[in-house]
């Protein structure tokens, strides 16, 4: 079955482009449009979409406040967020993976990836490409822990091997860079990464990758 798509976005210009290449994939379907969060809540309520392509900076309500409600313990259906950011990232951004979106992709990205990206957190995995989150991590470097607060006592609950992965995890490798790098399986390290989002309760790479950063396991620039 095509994967649902609601387009989330206060520009009509930039919902009727991302229509035309997302309707050009046979795997994808759009279902509808909203032009701010309060919309996109009633859209997802009554399409029950699989991914919502969600803008931040929107009237009446932004992209994370509507992605919380989507994501959150009361949301209405199983949808995925996959937040939309300007090229020079939006200081919104951290709270909006906060919030539960899945990943973020640049608005000025290639179609190719647009439609990979929705792909991907269509399946349950997280988009966070490494080129736009070393982006992400120099632009709030400052707001991040130094790496000399006291680590979490939740850390104490992963093995070495799976402090590794979280780690390269965090600088956002693939599974299979990351087993790579380790020299193992790209199984074995599936396995690891289910491990530690599941001891630390975390939902997926995403809120691992920002977990790592405000613990203070990695520092920015390391």
């Known amino acids: ?60 309500m932004d992209g994370v406040e509507a ?69 992400l991590l120099d632009k709030y470097a400052g707001k991040l822990p130094s790496g000399e607060e006291p680590v979490p006592d939740t850390l104490h609950q992963l093995t070495d091997r799976e402090v590794e992965v979280l780690k390269l995890v965090a600088r956002g490798l693939s599974n299979s860079e990351i087993a790579a790098d380790l020299f193992v399986s790209e199984t074995t390290v599936k396995t690891h990464v289910g491990h530690v989002l599941t001891k630390l309760g975390l939902r997926d790479r995403v809120q691992a990758a920002v977990y790592a950063y405000e613990s203070g396991l990695v520092r920015p620039g390391a």
């Open 1 to 60: 079955m095509a994967i649902r798509v609601l387009l989330v976005d206060d520009q009509p210009l930039l919902r009727t482009g991302f229509r035309m290449i997302l309707e050009a994939e046979q795997d994808l379907a759009v279902v509808g449009e909203a032009g701010d969060g309060l919309q996109a809540l009633d859209q997802v309520r009554a399409l029950q979409p699989d991914v919502v392509l969600m803008d931040i900076r929107m009237p009446r």
């Open 67 to 135: 992605t919380r409600r989507i994501t959150g313990p009361a949301k209405d259906g199983p949808a995925k967020v996959l937040v939309l950011t300007t090229f020079d990232l939006d200081e919104y951004v951290v709270e909006a993976l906060r919030a539960g979106a899945s990943g973020f992709l640049l608005k000025d990205a290639p179609a190719a990836e647009l439609v990979q990206a929705i792909r991907v957190v269509a399946a349950g995995e997280a988009m966070l490409a490494p080129s736009v989150t070393r982006r």
